[in-house]
């Protein structure tokens, strides 16, 4: 297994649907051009500030003028396309940080119980760790500011914790065996977010990897996992890029040169603009061109994992398993604006190698369009693969002559039913009222010291999950208002047990913990280990 990373991590249960926010970012592009329609964009600016400047003046009470320009703003936006977004000023740290692949702050895994911070892990490296903070710790004032018992968020805990490297922050804790308050002061600095969840052998041969999104350091984090993995004897992969939202498109372009070869097509974009037509092919010696290779996605797959299971399904290279992708087939270009703020702005779409744009429809209603996830699930597309409906008109063929079609996400070449037999609103509630992180993060705070004696391997192949331990989550749910729904518990109760021993191995080994015993569960990740003989045949063509 690979070292551990400190991503941050969440599991989505597949019975909760959830809409993506989809990143796609193309760098480097440029407004240098006039518009044709320059005469009437500058009317419509004077009118702009004429309003402004008369509401400012005249109107009976007084007005927050920013937030009158923020509802312009966002007033033209929504008449253009679901992914063009503004982003103010205040807020545009903490929504790039994730694709940075670093932020500054103090270097905390955290979770908020019963409103109270309490730090998960301080993350390797970093100044936390330095400083002595310990798996457990409560926070309960920062800066002399009290944080606990107030309704706490994890924007707030963002904006108090993160800032600028070099600043100080003082904090004060309680901890476990103590009955006084710890003080400490902590120097911020820089602490890297790490893309590449985790990657392992899942037997003498396969190898698995697992990507959450595409940001700075996606490609070298990939790169060294994938090195890593072919020391330990790694001849087939599988590349997990479900409830992957994208983010950098030449990151995806740099991982899918790596399993294509002989200039083969990846992407290609077009805008109105032709400075922003643009493609890209394999140029280079990758460093797994000719080994099986199986990729899985699902409904919380977009962009740039589009990008790359696109490529590789229009190439006939691997096999792309799983439910038909989110389907973001646009590109955004990021714009600073003077005050700080940043526009993103959609400049072109792309398109798989064989000619398909994989954009969803969108209309008027951008409503309806956040809730085309929904749509989905309720006329069964999640469950039946011939639920779904393609246009004719949108069909196109692979080098190898398969068809697929376009208008609407990767339609995966093996589809994968979501498997709801052990999923239950009384799960669901387990999960959304945070009691089974909390249970088994207490679980880990009093065990520590011998599940880390125990090792991982003797862990998972021998470590049970107790009745005594399930009634501990059922009194612990029945504290933060789940009711105990003794049907929905016997209908869950297995998968229950499997959440629970993957959070706890997770909170002693990170996702080298969680991942190895989560996929025993995961039907896509199991489906894939069958069709690694077709993979093959793929392989060597």
């Not at 419509?44 to 927050?64: A, P, W």
């Not at 702005?345 to 309806?368: A, C, H, M, V, W």
Request: charged fraction near 25%.
């Amino acid at each position: 297994m690979n070292q551990n990373k400190n991503s941050s991590f969440q599991i989505k249960l597949p019975i909760i649907v959830f809409t993506t926010l989809a990143a796609g970012i193309l760098i480097g592009a440029t407004m240098a051009n006039p518009s044709a329609n320059k005469d009437t964009v500058l009317e419509g600016i004077t009118r702009i500030k004429e309003i402004l400047l008369q509401v400012d003046q005249n109107y009976v009470e007084e007005v927050d003028t920013d937030k009158l320009v923020n509802s312009a703003i966002n007033g033209i936006i929504k008449e253009l396309d679901p992914h063009t977004s503004y982003i103010p000023s205040k807020d545009l740290e903490m929504v790039s940080a994730d694709l940075k692949g670093n932020f500054e702050g103090i270097g905390i895994e955290f979770n908020i119980f019963n409103d109270t911070l309490y730090v998960v892990a301080p993350l390797s490296g970093g100044p936390s760790e330095e400083a002595g903070l310990q798996s457990g710790d409560k926070i309960i004032s920062v800066d002399g500011k009290n944080i606990a018992g107030v309704g706490l968020t994890n924007r707030q805990v963002h904006e108090n914790l993160r800032g600028e490297k070099g600043s100080e922050v003082k904090l004060e804790i309680m901890r476990s065996g103590l009955n006084e308050i710890v003080e400490y002061t902590i120097i911020r600095d820089k602490i890297p977010q790490y893309s590449v969840d985790v990657s392992y052998m899942v037997d003498d041969e396969i190898g698995y990897i697992k990507v959450s999104r595409f940001s700075a350091t996606t490609y070298n984090e990939f790169m060294e996992a994938l090195n890593g993995l072919k020391e330990q004897g790694l001849k087939k992969l599988i590349l997990d890029l479900q409830d992957n939202p994208g983010g950098y498109m030449d990151k995806a372009i740099n991982m899918a040169d790596e399993f294509l070869k002989d200039n083969a097509m990846i992407v290609y974009t077009k805008g109105k603009e032709k400075r922003y037509n643009s493609e890209a092919r394999a140029i280079k010696d990758g460093k797994f061109e000719e080994s099986p290779l199986i990729v899985l996605i699902n409904e919380g797959s977009a962009s740039a994992s589009e990008i790359v299971s696109g490529a590789i399904q229009d190439n006939d290279r691997g096999l792309i398993v799983g439910r038909r992708s989110f389907g973001k087939g646009l590109v955004q270009m990021p714009v600073p604006l003077k005050d700080g703020s940043e526009l993103r702005l959609t400049i072109s779409r792309y398109y798989t190698p064989s000619g398909r744009s994989i954009q969803k429809p969108f209309g008027e209603n951008p409503d309806e369009y956040r809730q085309e996830m929904s749509s989905r699930y309720e006329h069964g597309e999640y469950f039946v693969a011939d639920s779904i409906e393609f246009n004719d008109s949108l069909k196109y063929t692979t080098a190898n002559g398969r068809v697929v079609y376009g208008g609407g996400g990767i339609m995966p070449d093996y589809f994968v039913p979501l498997d709801t037999t052990q999923n239950s609103t009384y799960l669901n509630r387990l999960f959304l009222s945070n009691s089974l992180r909390q249970y088994t993060f207490s679980y880990y705070e009093k065990n520590k010291s011998r599940l880390e004696k125990m090792g991982f391997e003797k862990y998972n192949s021998e470590f049970e999950i107790s009745d005594k331990m399930l009634d501990d989550l059922i009194s612990l749910g029945k504290k933060n208002d789940v009711q105990f729904d003794k049907e929905g518990f016997n209908k869950s109760k297995e998968l229950i047990k499997l959440y629970c021993k993957a959070y706890i191995a997770r909170n002693v080994w990170n996702n080298e913990g969680f991942y190895p015993i989560f996929n025993q569960q995961n039907e896509i990740f199991k489906e894939a280990l069958k069709l690694f003989d077709q993979a093959e045949r793929l392989a060597k063509k």
